[in-house]
């Protein structure tokens, strides 16, 4: 089965970004380990990142037009992207929200999802196993 693992704004820099809140791990690493974990539960992992908010839409929309669970970390777009929501609220299949941070114990302005009412379920405040712990989760769900 095809899961897509969605990353939104500035997390192609992980590994250079501010390590002390996101960790050291590249984004080629934490890409690659989805990957590694994903065949090892028996799914085929793509993994994206893109800065724009249109491309992120877009591939929102392939994964409900194909019927693909997806891990969205949405990054910045979290907090304020209704085009962003609106587009999760199309999925027809599981939609796992993640952060390496927990944003409830962060500023004010991380501590609204706007994404979160429309997903299956949220997992933040892990690191690196946030996306393996949402991986995992897709094994529990009914595709
Ligand atoms: C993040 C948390 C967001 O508030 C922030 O804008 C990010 C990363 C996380 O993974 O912890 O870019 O989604």
């Known amino acids: 089965e095809r899961v897509l693992v969605l990353n939104g704004p500035n997390l192609g820099r992980l590994g250079s970004r501010e390590p002390e809140k996101y960790g050291s791990a590249t984004y080629a690493e934490v890409a690659a380990e989805c990957v590694r974990l994903g065949g090892e539960l028996g799914f085929a992992v793509e ?23 997806v891990v969205l970390n ?36 991380r501590h609204t999802s706007v994404v979160a009412g429309v997903a299956t379920g949220t997992i933040a405040g892990f690191g690196l196993d946030s996306y393996r712990l949402a991986l995992r989760a897709l094994t529990t769900l009914p595709a």
């Open 47 to 69: 993994v994206r990142q893109t800065d724009d908010e249109a491309e992120l839409v877009g591939w929102l929309h392939e994964a409900a037009d194909g019927k693909i669970p």
């Open 74 to 109: 949405p990054a910045a777009f979290t907090h304020y992207s209704y085009a962003l929501r609106d587009a999760c609220a199309q999925r027809t299949a599981p939609l796992i929200e993640i952060h390496l941070t927990n944003p409830a114990t962060r500023e004010e302005f």
